[in-house]
């Protein structure tokens, strides 16, 4: 082939017809292959509701949840931190001087109010000189032991740590912005990062009266039950103080939601065909998104395989079932 000049650089014909004609692919609607094996035709026609086979639901793996009225909380998602409850542990101290004659106890001994830990021979004049036995003071558990066999120990010393952890509190860290929302008693639902499958239950106890200047927070105190004692102090957790409560709220699942340029939507299912709503949320929980315009109750939404279904709607084309 021949060349041409254009500001004074000399090109192939043949590169320029090779690239004009990767162009005109691109822009004539090339056919896109589907995740699950299927292809897409892309053409220009307006988008409108997407009709798929039996072949082509199950390529996809399709599932649907209906539309429901159930109750609804809005919630205040926060992280924090697990903490003993200030009057729940106990510092084991003895009161005179002498030395460790007998041990009872260990770390990680749960002991009950009374139950001896640790007996003390006094340095005072006796023949045996008088010892002491000091129990634990509340129900518990042993977290710290501060002395060893033949120790000798002054006044004051803290032999033991005794926590009692049947309740805890979870320290969240509210922004100043969401402070309003906050009162005393609601309702809260405690995430630990080490039990990822498992919930407690718990009850904003106080808001601290300060501020943190540089984080623009302040702590919560939410006391936490914690029968199995499987929280430990110093666990993150995330929490979801309840707002309010809704007992008749049009619920769907969140994972048949779907945004794009600003827009909430969902495909409607009626027979083999889905239709693109637009919708309207309110509060939202873990599982369930309230519909505030848009849906019925009764209306069937796919909750899987609608990222499919949207590709489709978007190119206006049809899915070739997978052979």
């Given at each position: ?129 008088p010892s002491v036995t000091i129990n634990a003071s509340i129900d518990g558990i042993i977290d710290a032991r501060n002395v060893n066999p033949g120790q000798s120990v002054e006044p004051n010393t803290v032999l033991f740590h005794i926590s009692n952890r049947a309740e805890m509190l979870a320290i969240a ?151």
């Amino acid at each position: 082939m021949g060349t041409i000049m254009i500001d004074n650089k000399r090109l192939s014909l043949k590169w320029i017809v090779v690239h004009v004609f990767a162009v005109l692919i691109f822009f004539m609607g090339p056919t896109y292959l589907f995740a699950h094996g299927g292809v897409i035709d892309v053409n220009e026609q307006a988008h409108g509701p997407v009709e798929l086979s039996d072949a082509q639901t199950k390529a996809i793996d399709l599932k649907t949840a209906e539309v429901s009225i159930q109750p609804l909380a809005s919630l205040l998602p926060v992280n924090g931190v697990m903490q003993l409850l200030p009057n729940a542990q106990a510092d084991i101290a003895v009161r005179i001087s002498g030395q460790v004659t007998a041990l009872y106890a260990n770390v990680g001994d749960v002991v009950k109010a009374g139950q001896p830990l640790v007996k003390v021979q006094s340095r005072l004049v006796g023949d045996p000189p008088p010892s002491v036995t000091i129990n634990a003071s509340i129900d518990g558990i042993i977290d710290a032991r501060n002395v060893n066999p033949g120790q000798s120990v002054e006044p004051n010393t803290v032999l033991f740590h005794i926590s009692n952890r049947a309740e805890m509190l979870a320290i969240a860290n509210v922004y100043e912005e969401d402070l309003g929302k906050i009162k005393l008693g609601q309702q809260a639902i405690i995430h630990p990062l080490s039990y990822p499958d498992q919930t407690f239950k718990g009850q904003v106890e106080l808001i601290e009266p300060t501020i943190d200047p540089i984080s623009r927070t302040t702590k919560v105190w939410i006391k936490v039950n914690n029968d199995q004692q499987l929280l430990k102090p110093d666990m993150f957790v995330s929490v979801n103080i309840i707002l309010n409560m809704n007992g008749s709220a049009l619920v769907i699942p969140n994972n048949a939601i779907l945004e794009a340029n600003g827009e909430k939507f969902v495909f409607v299912r009626t027979d083999s065909k889905y239709e693109r709503v637009e919708i309207t949320t309110g509060a939202t929980d873990e599982t369930h998104t309230e519909i505030t315009q848009g849906l019925s109750a009764g209306n069937e939404v796919v909750t899987q395989g609608n990222r499919e279904i949207y590709t489709m709607w978007l190119t206006g084309g049809k899915m070739a079932a997978k052979e």
